[in-house]
């Protein structure tokens, strides 16, 4: 059949990345948006440091792009992300003033581009990658923390509510279906910004082999007994971690097949009331972040590198 993914997944959108260059190109990539999906992210141009490089001088060119784009087509905007210390500009990390002139120039930021994109953008993630990977899992000590205590992300997340009292606001981060620990420090934080959040991006960078299956149900589970939406964020599934294999093989293709409808499946089964979105991190396999992250060849997405549906599509598909 022919059905697309955003027709069979009639409870939650279906997301994916995109980048001004190629809105503005149009062409296969846009065919396959409009067609397969209802939901977008910048893949890096609305980050910090493209949206605000110099002090005083916003730039939303590329995001005012992907926004148009997706007015023009009917599709929801996921903003991603506000604060994140990998996508920091330099002026911010070097920053030149006092704190409570830290604090403001970061009210300022918050405010400023959720006003512009008010009705248009309808989600946000508002800090992106907060925790450490290690013991305790404490809050990284980015400028952001140096500069305005341990309770920034509460600042930021009131900035954006008073800013914008309807969109929906998220906190994102990684390794939240194989760490439970690293999730208790989430959901430690969740609990304080307590009305403050509506959702929990948990970005599913995972394995064709893992995180298993019960990991991620609990994840799911815990989020639900939390009573927020969640995002299933930037979800790729890598097909060579080991290294083991040089083109993707049938065996791998099925195996990673399996793993796209398991965790629909798992996305697709939570209540209505927590659905928000599942949203794949990239279009084509040869697009992926992946390859230049691990350095090395892989097939993590749902179409191959000449935009043709992959096992792993049908996969999804099959999830619903
Ligand atoms: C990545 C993009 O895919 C790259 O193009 C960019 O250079 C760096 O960021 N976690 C995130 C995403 O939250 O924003 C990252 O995206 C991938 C890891």
Known sequence: SDTSLKDAATTFSVGTITRSSWVNAGGKHTDILKKEFSNITSEYE????VMYPSQGNYDFSAA??????AQANGLNVHGHALIWHNATPSWVVNFAGTNAEFEAMVKDYITTTLTRFKGKVRSWDVVNEAFEDGSGHPLRNSVFRQKMGDDYIKKCFQFARDADPDVLLFYNDYNMASSSTKRAAMFNLVDDLGDLI???GAQMHISYNGP??????????QVVAKGKKLHFAELDIRANPNKDITSLTDER????RAKYKEVVQIYNSIPLANKFALTVWGVRDNESWLIDFWGNADWPLLFDSNYNKKAAYFGFLEGL
Not at 46 to 49: A, F, H
């Open 198 to 200: 509506d959702g929990i």
């Open 253 to 256: 293709a099925q195996e990673q």
């Open 46 to 49: 609305m980050k910090m440091n």
């Open 64 to 69: 005012d792009a992907m926004v148009d784009f």
């Open 212 to 221: 298993s299956k019960s990991q991620i149900q609990s994840l799911a589970d």
